[in-house]
């Protein structure tokens, strides 16, 4: 069963475009979602991170939304440049002695 | 140096036999852990380490052991390689020990892509 179902699979955008993503739980004691980026030949970084106590969290370009009640979340990427084409993981945990789980990625383009 | 290194980079062995990923980090963090990544299924976590006493299995642990010699290393086996286990994979830190909130921030190596023929 997976845990956290991510989409769209790809995405492909313009320069300035917005484009998001979503994610979706089923287990309502997660307390933890980031998003993790991923450049092609690198491990995934962390990019940003929410807590369920909160609704929404901006670092620069990069926004979470997130929905407690739908137990779902999403990053949105305002003014997107051809730099930001990665592929995009979110993810969850629970309780402190755990790992994260993965969605399965989106893979973004950002054409110029 | 990076913080958290793999070695090989690189490795295409034959069905049968074992082979060993290690992984060093240099972060100082407690906390260690493999993950897989093949195309369309994203990462999925094999093992986990908390500290050097402490092994945990992932979602698709069958097929793979791990040993935690050190604080600072956390090495994956394949016993006997099948072709399916063909991937990427990939090690990562965390420190338990960072306060505030998102204190959960893993640091990946750069991966082990590995070929089973």
């Known amino acids: 069963q997976q845990q956290v179902k991510q989409s769209p699979q790809s995405l492909i955008v313009q320069k300035g475009g917005i484009p998001i993503i979503n994610c979706a739980y089923e287990?309502?004691?997660?307390?933890?979602f980031p998003w993790y980026q991923q450049f092609p030949g690198k491990g995934p970084a962390l990019l940003i991170a929410?807590?369920?106590?909160?609704s929404e969290k901006k670092e620069g370009r990069f926004t979470i939304s997130f929905n407690k009640s739908a137990k779902q979340f999403s990053l949105h990427i305002m003014d997107s440049q051809p730099g930001d084409s990665a592929t995009y993981f979110c993810?969850?945990?629970?309780?402190?002695?755990?790992?994260?789980?993965f969605g399965k990625g989106t893979t973004l383009s950002v054409s110029s | 140096d990076a913080d958290v290194t793999q070695t090989p980079r690189n490795r295409i062995t034959k069905t049968g036999k074992r082979i060993m990923l290690e992984c060093s980090q240099t972060?100082?963090?407690?906390?260690m852990y493999w993950y897989r990544q093949d195309p369309g299924l994203g990462l999925r976590l094999i093992y986990y380490?908390?500290?050097?006493?402490?092994?945990n299995k992932g979602e698709i642990s069958d097929g793979y052991s791990v040993s935690r010699q050190a604080q600072a290393k956390f090495s994956l086996s394949l016993e006997s390689a099948i072709p399916n286990q063909t991937a990427l994979y990939f090690c990562?830190?965390?420190?338990?020990?960072?306060?505030?909130?998102?204190?959960?921030?893993?640091?990946f190596g750069s991966g082990t892509r590995l070929t089973v023929v």
């Open positions: 929410i807590r369920p106590d909160v």
């Open positions: 287990n309502t004691a997660f307390d933890y």
């Open positions: 972060k100082g963090h407690d906390r």
């Open positions: 380490s908390f500290d050097v006493k402490d092994i």
């Open positions: 993810a969850a945990k629970y309780q402190a002695g755990t790992a994260l789980i």
């Open positions: 990562a830190t965390s420190d338990s020990r960072t306060g505030g909130v998102f204190n959960y921030g893993y640091t």
